[in-house]
């Protein structure tokens, strides 16, 4: 897809964001940085986009809370997080470095421009930013493209005892030649 074709469908996102936004009078809708009052709303929030992401891998999987895994848990307290809340936390980000551990949108409010605003706002806090997404996912792996990744490897990475494979994708305007290389990443 074209450059045109990304900004075109960013700015819809964004735009139905914004009016989702100023729908309902009185209600602030925002990105902010996490407390720890958000944790019960992200751990749900977690168990559902989860169960999203890895939906299309053969078989099911077990999904392990957030709250009950002890590597995932440690993981999300040494990122920085950010939530996207109205009148109740419906997505957030989780940043370590300038790798993007998670983006998790509620069920309900996928398509409506959370997610557009959650990346928006990590790409400003990290604009060389590096994420994985299950392979199986296309429909994650397109809202990456359009909004200016592009592959850089693939992996395979455990949940449970299964392998799952993962693409590795970049922000196109920043990986440089041999960058996928030097994370370990299959081209």
Same mark, same amino acid.
């Given at each position: /897809?074209? +450059?045109? !074709?990304?900004r075109?469908?960013?700015?819809t996102?964004?735009?139905?964001?914004?009016?989702? @936004?100023?729908?309902?009078? !009185?209600?602030? /809708?925002?990105?902010?940085r996490?407390?720890?009052?958000?944790?019960?709303a992200?751990?749900r929030i977690?168990?559902d986009?989860?169960?999203?992401?890895?939906?299309?891998e053969?078989?099911?999987?077990?999904?392990?809370?957030?709250?009950?895994?002890?590597?995932?848990?440690? @993981?999300? =307290? =040494?990122?920085?997080?950010?939530?996207?809340?109205?009148?109740?936390?419906?997505g957030?980000?989780?940043l370590?470095? %300038?790798?993007? *551990?998670?983006?998790?949108?509620r069920?309900?409010?996928?398509?409506?421009g959370v997610?557009? @605003?959650?990346?928006? *706002?990590v790409?400003?806090?990290?604009?060389d930013l +590096?994420?994985?997404?299950a392979?199986?996912?296309a +429909?994650?792996?397109?809202?990456? =493209?359009?909004?200016?990744?592009?592959?850089? !490897? %693939?992996?395979?990475?455990q949940y449970?005892? *299964?392998?799952? =494979?993962?693409?590795? +994708?970049a922000c196109?305007?920043?990986?440089?030649? !041999?960058e996928?290389? @030097?994370?370990?990443?299959?081209?």
């Amino acid at each position: /897809m074209g +450059m045109h !074709g990304w900004r075109e469908h960013d700015e819809t996102g964004y735009r139905r964001y914004l009016q989702a @936004a100023t729908a309902s009078p !009185g209600t602030a /809708m925002t990105v902010r940085r996490y407390a720890s009052s958000d944790f019960p709303a992200v751990c749900r929030i977690y168990a559902d986009a989860r169960r999203a992401e890895l939906q299309f891998e053969d078989g099911s999987f077990d999904i392990t809370p957030l709250d009950q895994d002890p590597v995932l848990r440690a @993981a999300f =307290e =040494e990122s920085t997080v950010f939530v996207f809340e109205n009148t109740d936390v419906v997505g957030f980000a989780a940043l370590h470095e %300038t790798q993007l *551990r998670a983006l998790f949108v509620r069920s309900d409010a996928r398509g409506t421009g959370v997610g557009t @605003a959650l990346l928006r *706002r990590v790409l400003d806090h990290s604009p060389d930013l +590096m994420l994985n997404v299950a392979k199986s996912n296309a +429909m994650a792996r397109r809202f990456y =493209e359009r909004h200016g990744f592009d592959v850089a !490897g %693939t992996l395979v990475k455990q949940y449970g005892d *299964r392998d799952v =494979e993962y693409v590795r +994708m970049a922000c196109a305007r920043h990986l440089k030649p !041999g960058e996928a290389d @030097a994370a370990g990443v299959q081209q």
